[in-house]
């Protein structure tokens, strides 16, 4: 196991998945590593669920704090191509926590589900003690749709274009530089530009207009882990190789540099926000065009290769056994 972040993939196969309660038979996807979502037959239709910590951080402003802790949950779920629709909320908070904070975080929460047309459909809120950091509960998203518009991220076939949204590190970017301005040691300028990064990191809006503009395969969010560890689990899922070309891949200003200061690999690190998209080459075009009449830098940054791995200019790509993100902000928190 590692010791931050995510158990990793020999601890998820060899004790969580093996043990998952009663087998039932409206289960079609169940807990299944590179995967964020399941997925429950009702009926005919299919429902997609999936479960996130809640990480507040009010240095943020508390409008975007609350909406960014439940987009990162329901952006699971728009991966899939079935739409968010429901969510039930956690929160658990330290004393510290104001009920004036806490009502403002809620307010935005409730307007950013609005205009996703979500509805919030079951919550639990308390203080308690032993609560610190951000992480304050979790929640759970829901979708309902048809099983056929289902993608999984373990679906991209030979011949499949690669397709890439915001690129790598842009939530570490601009959370470290939103929460840490001054530990950085960078121009004010520089700074600025690095803390835009956060609008960047919401991708409800975006996976969900890719999937409606082409025939898409497999989509994954590359969250802990960044774009290797997301991009790895793709093509080792599939059983197909991925061959990118490393000049094409978006890099947002103010990445390299802050990822140079806190000597970080931007492909290593979380990255949510940024989707990672496998699509017929007919569409990639018109794919690309999509995220990009939103705003979102996209580009095709590779193709789907029979074969096996990840390579960037034919050098093999490895994801981190551990995401750095997690270090990098011990070590910035603490003042080395």
């Not at 047309?117 to 749709?145: D, K, P």
């Not at 409800?204 to 960044?226: F, K, P, W, Y």
């Not at 059983?239 to 492909?267: M, N, Y």
Request: net charge negative.
């Amino acid at each position: 196991m590692t010791d931050l972040g995510k158990v990793d993939a020999d601890f998820f196969d060899r004790v969580i998945a093996p043990n998952l309660g009663a087998d039932r038979d409206d289960v079609s996807l169940g807990p299944t590593a590179g995967i964020d979502f399941g997925v429950l037959e009702v009926g005919e239709n299919a429902l997609v669920t999936a479960t996130d910590p809640l990480s507040i951080l009010p240095a943020l402003g508390l409008e975007r704090a609350g909406q960014l802790a439940i987009d990162i949950v329901l952006s699971d779920v728009a991966v899939s191509g079935i739409a968010p629709s429901h969510l039930s909320v956690s929160l658990t908070l330290p004393r510290e926590f104001s009920t004036d904070t806490l009502g403002e975080v809620w307010h935005s929460m409730d307007a950013h589900a609005r205009d996703l047309g979500v509805s919030v459909v079951a919550t639990h809120a308390g203080h308690y003690l032993g609560v610190a950091s951000s992480w304050f509960g979790g929640a759970t998203a829901f979708g309902i749709g048809d099983p056929d518009d289902i993608v999984r991220p373990d679906r991209a076939s030979p011949g499949d274009a690669i397709v890439m949204s915001t690129g790598p590190a842009a939530e570490l970017t601009g959370l470290i530089s939103t929460l840490y301005p001054e530990a950085l040691g960078l121009p004010a300028e520089t700074i600025a530009t690095a803390q835009e990064r956060v609008d960047e990191i919401p991708a409800v809006a975006d996976a969900l207009a890719a999937h409606d503009a082409g025939q898409i395969t497999a989509m994954h969010d590359a969250s802990e882990g960044g774009v290797a560890g997301g991009l790895v689990e793709m093509a080792t899922g599939a059983g197909v190789r991925f061959e990118l070309d490393s000049t094409a891949v978006p890099l947002a200003e103010g990445v390299a540099t802050v990822c140079d200061v806190i000597d970080v690999d931007p492909w290593h690190v979380t990255s949510c926000g940024s989707l990672l998209i496998t699509v017929a080459p007919a569409d990639a075009a018109h794919v690309v065009a999509a995220l990009e009449d939103r705003g979102t830098p996209a580009a095709v940054v590779g193709q789907v290769e029979a074969g096996a791995g990840v390579y960037a200019d034919d050098q093999p790509i490895e994801p981190p056994e551990t995401d750095p993100s997690w270090e990098a902000m011990s070590r910035i928190s603490n003042g080395s």
